[in-house]
């Protein structure tokens, strides 16, 4: 049976390999993307997936979206929150139009889209919501604080709606790259990326496909006992 999947971010990056697994399956696929104009309508036309753009960060934008992704697949089944900026900066640098910035893009909006979805989902006694984490969620990364305390929130808020959820018949997961192939990353020179690759057990890069296929995983049938789990996908990145 074909699933109803919206995927936040989905323009590029992981988001983009995601929306390509789901519509490879068969699935109904809406995804949100804000500034990548010419990317979005590249992969609509490639997979048949419908695109919304929205800027996320802001609560009102993103339930908006949410209603029009809904009435474009006739429901939701899957919430995939994928949408994400990063940056580099002294803790001491960074501003509070930064920091608000980037809580509101990487966490809040998963925040609103999770909450719209529930109220969908818990009526039907099913859904699966899965966050796109980060390593350094997990573990902090210097000068990214605000960025490692928006992927550290997506923790809590995966486990802790996951117990709420639960009963509801709606499992919520999270996976935690780590040094992914990805526009994101395309700050790091290549000398920054060489010494990641080396630090990490398989000794290279990940691909965005290869953090898809967990996603996939988690929003298959396979996954139906698996819940309020982060789920590592980082080649053994850090030991």
């Avoid at 350094?136 to 808020?157: P, Q, T």
Wanted: hydrophobic share 45%; aromatic share 6%; glycine share 10%.
């Amino acid at each position: 049976m074909n699933k109803r999947v919206l995927i936040s971010g989905g323009a590029r990056g992981i988001g983009a390999a995601a929306v390509k697994y789901f519509t490879a399956q068969g699935d109904l696929v809406a995804f949100i993307y804000h500034r990548a104009d010419e990317k979005a309508r590249e992969l609509a036309n490639l997979t048949g997936a419908f695109p919304i753009k929205a800027d996320v960060s802001d609560a009102q934008s993103a339930k908006s979206a949410f209603v029009e992704a809904t009435n474009q697949l006739g429901g939701i089944d899957i919430l995939i929150n994928c949408a994400g900026i990063a940056e580099f900066s002294l803790f001491t640098d960074i501003s509070d139009d930064a920091w608000r910035r980037m809580i509101d893009t990487n966490l809040s909006s998963a925040f609103t889209l999770s909450r719209e979805a529930a109220k969908v989902m818990v009526s039907q006694k099913s859904g699966k919501i899965i966050n796109v984490g980060s390593v350094w969620g997990r573990m902090g990364a210097s000068c990214e604080v605000h960025y490692s305390a928006s992927k550290a929130g997506l923790r809590g808020l995966t486990q802790a709606l996951a117990k709420e959820l639960g009963p509801s018949g709606i499992t919520v997961n999270c996976v935690e790259p780590g040094v992914i192939d990805t526009d994101m990353n395309s700050m790091l020179d290549e000398a920054a990326m060489k010494e990641l690759a080396e630090a990490t057990p398989l000794c290279r890069i990940g691909k965005a496909e290869e953090v898809a296929a967990v996603i996939g995983f988690l929003a298959s049938d396979g996954a139906s006992f698996i819940t309020g789990a982060c789920i590592p996908v980082d080649g053994g990145f850090p030991v």
